[in-house]
């Protein structure tokens, strides 16, 4: 029971995702094509608000949940893998119609073969936490 606040704001970050249309295809596409500012706006949104919540965990003003102050451990610059990953990332949306984010809301919201999307999803990540000292990050 002491989890249920992360539950909770699952539950309200799923709703805010699908009210906001963030996981319509077709809104993804408008994206891609440059038809629509609707999900520029909603990222360039949570790009001000990530930058000034990453001020506030430099500056220990948001703790853990235990209380603890965030450490932000700053990563290598390089263009090269900024580029492969992004371009990796954008593929795999482009290809699916959907980010990594709203993947469970599409799932909820009756997209069953997301579930298979969900699943390479899971196995990428534990591949990536296979190879990740091998990797050059």
């Known amino acids: 029971m002491k989890n249920s606040k992360f539950l909770i704001i699952g539950i309200l ?14 809104r993804i596409y408008e994206m891609f094509k440059f038809q629509s500012f609707h999900m ?4 360039g949104s949570a790009v001000m608000i990530s930058m000034v919540l990453m001020q506030l965990f430099k500056r ?3 703790k853990d949940f235990q209380g603890n102050q965030i ?13 492969v ?13 959907a980010c990594p984010g709203p993947l469970f809301v599409l799932i909820g ?4 073969a997301i579930i298979i999307v969900l699943i390479a999803a ?16």
């Open 85 to 97: 990953g992004g371009s990796i990332f954008g593929l795999g949306w482009a290809l699916v119609g």
């Open 40 to 43: 520029y706006g909603i990222i």
């Open 13 to 26: 970050f799923g709703i805010i995702l699908s009210k906001s249309e963030v996981v319509s295809w077709y």
């Open 71 to 83: 450490t932000i451990k700053e990563k290598k610059k390089g263009f090269i893998r900024t580029f």
């Open 109 to 112: 919201h009756g997209f069953i």
């Open 122 to 137: 899971i196995l990428g990540t534990f591949i990536y936490g296979v190879l990740s000292k091998k990797l050059p990050n």
């Open 60 to 62: 220990g003003v948001i």
